[in-house]
């Protein structure tokens, strides 16, 4: 099957995602996010399981996976998900994504930026192997509700 064409900046797909469970490592998310305490001198780090839909022009599907976030002593999350991607036709895609999670002052949602790479040995999706997205985003630590798009590089 013939790659198919890709620009510079071009979006591969949206995606919704949802939170459905956190295990935490001595300090609460609820605790840190209320500023009940502070982010350790360690940092912290929590397993934040997720899933949700992509929809796009290149990308489809449902993603399920776990963000292993850990948070430095100066408040900047780091993010470093491992999810899988089933498309609508059944294959399954992984995904691998390093990023952060910056809280701007005075805002309600915070600013998603990540690197996202994909694999897969389906010959109709393996052109993703040869692509480094560029995924931005909002995240309402409220709701647990993310809203993503990504790019190619």
């Known amino acids: 099957m013939e790659q198919p064409k890709t620009t510079a900046s071009e979006l591969i797909y949206e995606a ?9 490592y001595g300090v609460t998310m609820q605790a840190l996010s209320s500023r009940r305490v502070a982010v350790p001198l360690a940092g912290a780090r929590f397993d934040q399981t997720f899933e949700g839909i992509l929809h796009g022009p290149k990308l489809s599907g449902k993603i399920s996976g776990t963000d292993y976030l850990y ?26 994504s390093e990023g952060v999670s910056i809280q701007i002052e005075g805002e309600k ?31 309402d630590p409220m709701t647990g509700e993310a809203l993503v798009r990504a790019y190619t590089t």
């Open 16 to 24: 919704e995602i949802h939170f459905t469970g956190t295990v935490d």
């Open 71 to 96: 948070v430095r002593a100066d408040g900047l999350f780091q993010l470093h998900l491992h999810a899988r991607v089933t498309t609508e036709d059944g294959t399954n895609i992984s995904m691998a």
């Open 109 to 139: 949602v915070t600013q998603l930026r990540a690197a996202v790479s994909l694999f897969t040995s389906s010959e109709p999706y393996a052109w993703l192997n040869q692509q480094r997205l560029w995924a931005v985003g909002t995240l």
